[in-house]
């Protein structure tokens, strides 16, 4: 069984901060012959991730971490996405609870949260981590009603026991279900355990491993959105 990643210990967010599958997003045309201004025509994607998401340890985050790469697959299938990377290291599922109301100050078109992964590695209880993706999803249909919802699943290391690991795989699923969410069932599938895909931590994927990490959310994303 594949590990999950992450790295660093809990970085709290801000001071004072503590959809449906079937939806269709699509960004508007622009006049023919005028070139976009940034942002302009593109429907907004708020990533609220980890290490993962933020791309750790790459030399060009802002280009190679996969929301970044996520954004040009898109943009090479006709789909105008503008997404914003709000990754943080360390961060366990409380932490991105804390940020949430800071890091969604625009309603955005789509909702990706990705979290879980250091809540895994510390062992913390399934039933916290369920609570805290609840409560951040219920924060963000609060500002963005509608919003689709996307959970990027994770797995918990097998040496913390098959029953950890099952109730821990089996969150992701019954939150995505209750919010009507779109579930990518493992952010790292095809990446995890794979040296030659991770960083010399063992970790943290390496800039092919983003790709792949895009590849897979584009897979499960690109079905629901429109081309302009």
Do not use: K
């Not at 970085?11 to 201004?37: I, K, M, N, Q, R």
């Not at 026991?161 to 939150?175: C, D, I, N, P, Q």
């Amino acid at each position: 069984m594949a590990l999950v990643v992450a790295c660093g210990g809990d970085a709290p967010g801000p001071e004072g901060s503590t959809a449906t599958p079937d939806t269709v997003v699509s960004a508007p045309g622009l006049p023919e012959g005028e070139p976009p201004a940034e942002g302009e025509g593109s429907a907004l994607v708020i990533v609220l991730g980890t290490s993962l998401t933020e791309g750790y340890g790459l030399d060009r985050p802002g280009a190679q971490a996969w929301p970044a790469r996520l954004e040009a697959l898109a943009e090479a299938e006709g789909v105008r996405l503008e997404i914003r990377n709000a990754g943080l290291s360390g961060e366990t599922s409380a932490g991105a609870l804390r940020r949430v109301d800071w890091v969604v100050d625009t309603p955005p078109e789509i909702f990706i949260l990705e979290t879980g992964a250091n809540d895994g590695l510390r062992g913390l209880a399934p039933q916290a981590l369920e609570a805290n993706l609840d409560s951040i999803f219920a924060r963000v249909t609060d500002r963005a009603p509608d919003a689709m919802l996307v959970l990027a699943g994770m797995e918990a290391p097998p040496n913390l026991g098959a029953s950890y690991v099952e109730a821990f795989r089996a969150v992701f699923s019954r939150v995505a279900e209750r919010w009507d969410a779109v579930l990518v069932p493992f952010l790292l599938e095809g990446v995890a355990g794979v040296p030659a895909l991770n960083q010399a931590d063992g970790i943290h994927p390496t800039e092919e491993g983003h790709d792949i990490m895009a590849e897979t959310v584009w897979e499960v994303l690109e079905p629901r959105l429109t081309r302009r």
